[in-house]
């Protein structure tokens, strides 16, 4: 618990003021205001966070988080659980859509292990094993509260040793079959939604195991009574370890000042979990694209955040942050190898030069 609470304390807003300089400066290109869009938008989120000239990204990477979930034993998933396992090693060997994915824009893989139902004993896997799965939510509480702040502070762990080797930009991603179903509680408490406004089909499901799916996440809700005020106790009644360890990368990146990119729906939750625990999260945040799971919106809408693209994806693993990381880096190049009006003859006007060795 001390390492969360001391992360928590540590986390600071973004400066405005920069915020205002960059934005200053991007007005002052030899375009029309606020034609490049979002792009402007994520030059002047990041140099409000970092707080120092940002010329480009040096290294990032996308961290997976991977458990399985005791509930899928109410066959809530149309993959047997050893499904993860598999997935979790064919990321190891580069095999996955994310892994494909990384590769085309240069992006690296952290794989962590905070809960799979099997030995993995991979070099290329972390292992910060919790147990070997979590509970089924239905029956009780899928993690104690000590394990769930384990999940919390072992996802701040592998953050802040990142930051410490030089990645400056960092993803999220999963593995855990039946999260879909877990993300689906943890939302519907938070959110004081009912459960059937935000369960999608997750892989594959029939409308018959969809029905099922409902029933289940709705009940154990009702069996497990978690307090909405209270993150932790909602992550450890209906939640899982890939959602607590994501939650703790968000809090890492922004108590480092890292900017952090939400994939898709279950990391989406993780997101928001950290953003109760500390709003100021919020600053350090890029969502990739909008989920096709239905609880995606809201929580877009809850953290006033917008998606940067809409590829009616739901593969999970972390796949829609490469094309984020992309984007930002493309925004980056552009505002700092565009002219000024001044610079390009058009007119004189006052502005700070926030681009590095101007």
């Known amino acids: ?46 140099y409000g966070m970092k707080e120092e000239p940002i010329k480009k990204i040096n290294k990032k990477s996308i961290v997976i988080i991977c458990g399985d979930n005791g ?20 990321f190891t060997r580069g095999t996955t859509g994310v892994c494909a994915l990384s590769r085309y824009y240069g992006s690296d893989l952290t794989i962590v292990d905070l809960g799979v139902k099997k030995d993995l004993n991979l070099p290329k896997v972390i292992n910060k094993k919790i147990r070997y799965g979590t509970r089924n939510m239905m029956i009780e509480s899928a993690m104690t509260r000590e394990e769930t702040i384990k999940a919390i502070e072992s996802g701040i762990e592998v953050t802040k040793d990142l930051v410490s080797n030089g990645y400056d930009l960092l993803g999220t991603g999963e593995m855990g079959i039946g999260n879909t179903s877990t993300s689906a509680a943890v939302l519907s408490v938070l959110l004081d939604v009912d459960s059937e406004m935000v369960v999608g089909m997750g892989s594959g499901l029939t ?3 969809y029905n099922h799916k409902k029933n289940v996440i709705k009940r154990s809700i009702e069996v497990n009574k978690p307090n909405k005020d209270d993150i932790i106790d909602v992550l450890s009644k209906v939640g899982g370890f890939d959602i607590a360890g994501l939650c703790g990368a968000f809090l890492g990146a922004a108590s480092m000042k890292i900017p952090i990119v939400i994939d898709g729906f279950i990391s989406s939750v993780a997101a928001l979990c950290a953003y109760r625990l500390n709003s100021k999260v919020r600053d350090y945040i890029f969502p990739s694209h909008l989920s096709e799971e239905p609880g995606a919106r809201y929580i877009m809408d809850e953290m006033n955040l917008e998606p940067m693209v809409n590829l009616r994806m739901r593969l999970g693993e972390g796949s829609g942050c490469p094309f984020a990381f992309n984007i930002i ?30």
């Open 207 to 209: 409308r018959e195991q």
């Open 329 to 358: 880096e493309s925004a980056l190049y552009t505002i700092h190898n565009m002219e000024s009006f001044s610079e390009a003859g058009v007119i004189k006007d006052d502005y700070v030069d926030i681009r590095e060795g101007k």
């Open 71 to 90: 509930v899928v034993d109410e066959k809530v998933s149309a993959c047997p659980q050893e499904v993860t396992a598999i997935v979790t090693e064919n």
């Open 1 to 46: 618990m001390k390492l969360l609470n001391e992360t928590l304390s540590s986390i600071s807003g973004s400066n405005k003021n920069l915020e205002a300089l960059a934005k200053n400066f991007i007005d002052n290109l030899s375009k029309p205001i606020g034609s490049l869009g979002i792009l402007e938008d994520i030059v002047i989120k990041l």
